[in-house]
């Protein structure tokens, strides 16, 4: 049967990475309509394409290790074989961390919600680079579009807060970081670590919840461009 295998994050604790890319590269090797006679669903029961699927699997594995033009060459492969939202979604989330292409990227995350309009974490990527890009309205409503899609997505209510500090509409900043504080104990975890580091949160004990002290230090935060 064909499966994918690998969890990059047990991969990078173990460092077995060749072995990773002999497994990863057995599935790209397969003709397409052989390995996606098995089908693959995704978290949402939706089938995807699972060549698409092994390309980018190992250009995952290939930028854990450095190889950077080697990951390209195989979500630029997936786009080639079939212009899908997972393909330039894919793409597009690479290009992200790439010096200078965030403009590319975002030109491949535009074509993916336009192709799937209901691609959660193609709207969210977006939202990202578009903030980075300084283009905040535009950021918002990539947001707007990831929360509708799923109103507790932590991350996006996450990246939305910063946004909407951008702005400088600093309650709504709050309530979407307070929001995804209380949904999240990972953004939780996160955003309680950024406020010790920026000195509005005591280093003591982790909060309990959204206490008095931690809605003030969020507050704090979102004042300050320099608390991320």
């Not at 997936?78 to 793409?91: C, H, P």
């Not at 996006?156 to 309650?171: E, F, I």
Request: charge should be negative.
């Amino acid at each position: 049967s064909v499966h994918i295998g690998w969890n990059l994050t047990e991969l990078q604790n173990e460092r077995r990475f060749d072995l990773a890319l002999q497994d990863a590269g057995k599935l790209v090797a397969m003709p397409p309509e052989k390995i996606n006679l098995q089908g693959f669903l995704d978290n949402d029961g939706v089938k995807r394409d699972f060549h698409i699927l092994a390309l980018s699997n190992r250009a995952d594995i290939f930028s854990a290790i450095g190889k950077f033009d080697l990951a390209q060459r195989d979500l630029d492969d997936a786009v080639n074989y079939k212009r899908t939202a997972d393909s330039l979604e894919a793409r597009g989330e690479f290009l992200m961390g790439r010096p200078g292409e965030r403009q590319r990227a975002l030109d491949d995350l535009q074509a993916a919600t336009a192709l799937d309009p209901n691609m959660l974490q193609a709207f969210y990527l977006k939202g990202a680079v578009l903030f980075d890009l300084k283009r905040y309205q535009d950021a918002v409503v990539a947001l707007d579009r990831a929360l509708t899609i799923s109103p507790n997505y932590d991350y996006a209510l996450r990246m939305r807060a910063k946004v909407y500090r951008a702005l400088g509409q600093t309650d709504s900043a709050v309530r979407d970081l307070q929001q995804a504080v209380v949904e999240s104990p990972r953004v939780a975890a996160l955003t309680i670590r950024t406020l010790k580091m920026s000195g509005y949160l005591p280093s003591g004990e982790m909060p309990n919840g959204l206490t008095p002290e931690l809605r003030d230090a969020i507050h704090a935060c979102m004042l300050d461009a320099a608390c991320n």
